[in-house]
Nanobody
């Protein structure tokens, strides 16, 4: 599985960005996708995940109500709309896919495939 993320950039606090991630390769065994982020000097953390079949989503507490993960019904892709951005949201954002037949909502340990990362910088 190959993942290609895009959409990062520089935005002022309170602004919005939309991240995109397209998957290719052996995607038929994927049950969903997710987003992670890693800020300088910090460990990578789970941000959001979505299950394809149910549409169920899970979010980190720090982004609930501000970020929305969604899927593309026409292709194997996921988006994340990020609103009301804060300086603490500054990080490299990675899209990810879980191992075959594993739910993306079962915790960060199920994720096996990673995109290249896209930088999000929020200025105060």
């Amino acid at each position: 599985v190959q993942l290609q993320a895009s959409g990062g950039g520089l935005v002022q606090a309170g602004g919005s960005l939309r991240l995109s991630c397209a998957a290719s390769g052996r995607t038929r065994t994927m049950l969903g996708m997710g987003w992670f982020r890693q800020a300088p000097g910090k460990e990578r953390e789970f941000v959001a995940g979505i299950n394809w079949s149910s549409g169920r989503t899970v979010y980190a507490d720090s982004v609930k109500g501000r970020f929305t993960i969604s899927r593309d019904n026409g292709k194997i892709a996921v988006y994340m709309q990020m609103n009301s951005l804060k300086p603490e949201d500054t990080a490299v954002y990675y899209c990810a896919a879980p191992r075959a037949y594993m739910s993306p909502l079962n915790g960060p340990g199920v994720y096996e495939y990673w995109g290249q990362g896209t930088q999000v910088t929020v200025s105060s």
